[in-house]
């Protein structure tokens, strides 16, 4: 997804460009390759007896592929927030900042509502990168309409043309 | 993993990742959507002056420092809170250590100052604050 939909959007634009929003899954086996991918034995999140023991119904899911999870349950993809910006995966992103809100833990294969918007668009210059844009949205994760997980994430896009 | 006991200042135990794999990068850059291609080739790292070696992306640093503080607890879904920052990177084959510290502790929340380093500098920073099951009966 590189389409660059409008090279006159200002940044002031995207602020409050709400995502799509939907519901969302995320099943065992996401769960148990995303453990494995970041080098955690995916039973740390799964075994069942240790779960019964610790009074979980299901497995947890992951806290950052719960994160992971609200994003694409809001419907929108990471190249797709960099195309709203008219930046390119391809430019080299950097992830700035992030914060993580849980109510309750985020259990597999139970249906949460998903949304998102982009909060904050800022410009700034780092000694290190140059110019860049720094790029923070929101997602959520409701059950029945109740909160349970509300993340941020600055996304750092240097600017290179720029420098 | 039974949870330590709980006295500001006490270190929690560190834990060390790694080697970083690069096949693992792969599967995230798909679970993530991610088509940054500096997470899988090399040619594009070389171009964009990062170096010889596929960089980590940065929410498996994340998910190394959060699983430091979950294994130490020995519960999965006690994190209420991370609030974490990027501050270098992680390169194919470093070993990331995970540390840290607790530094509040009160009726409901134990937070706890963490950071992931490598050889070269930390990668991130940030506090992470749990609700163990063994606090809530």
Redo the contacts between chains.
């Keep these: 997804?590189t389409h660059r939909d409008s090279d006159t959007r200002t940044s002031a634009d995207l602020v409050g460009h709400s995502f799509p929003g939907g519901a969302i899954a995320i099943h065992g086996w996401?769960n148990w390759?995303?453990c494995?991918?970041?080098?955690?034995d995916p039973a740390?999140?799964r075994d069942p007896s240790?779960?019964s023991s610790?009074?979980?119904e299901r497995p947890?899911v992951?806290?950052?592929?719960a994160?992971?999870g609200a994003l694409?349950g809001a419907g929108v993809?990471?190249?797709e927030i960099l195309a709203l910006a008219n930046f390119d995966?391809?430019e080299?992103?950097?992830?700035?900042?992030?914060?993580?809100?849980?109510?309750?833990?985020i259990f597999e294969e139970v249906r949460y509502e998903a949304a998102g918007s982009i909060v904050k668009v800022e410009q700034k210059t780092g000694k290190a990168i140059g110019p860049f844009d720094a790029v923070t949205f929101e997602c959520s994760l409701s059950l029945s309409s109740r909160r349970i997980l509300t993340c941020t994430a600055m996304l750092i896009l240097p600017r290179r043309s720029a420098r | 993993m039974t949870p330590q006991s709980k006295s500001p200042g006490q270190s929690i135990a560190s834990r060390t990742y790694g080697p970083v794999n690069a096949e693992k990068m792969k599967t995230v850059a798909v679970i993530l959507e991610d088509g940054n291609p500096i997470h899988w080739d090399l040619d594009a790292v070389k171009a964009h002056g990062l170096g010889d070696r596929v960089i980590n992306q940065g929410p498996i640093n994340l998910a190394y420092l959060i699983d430091a503080v979950v294994h130490s607890l020995g519960d999965p879904g006690a994190i209420r809170s991370v609030s974490a920052r990027f501050t270098g990177v992680v390169r194919e084959g470093d070993l990331v250590a995970c540390a840290g510290q607790l530094v509040l502790d009160d009726a409901t929340r134990r937070c706890y100052q963490m950071e992931a380093r490598t050889e070269s500098g930390p990668a991130v920073v940030g506090q992470v604050c749990a609700e163990p099951a063994s606090d809530r009966e």
Aim: hydrophobic share 50%; no cysteine.
């Design positions: 997804m996401e390759l995303f494995d991918a970041v080098l955690v740390t999140y240790m779960l610790l009074g979980y947890v992951h806290p950052v592929l994160f992971i694409r993809k990471q190249a995966d391809s080299g992103p950097l992830f700035g900042e992030q914060t993580m809100m849980f109510e309750e833990p």
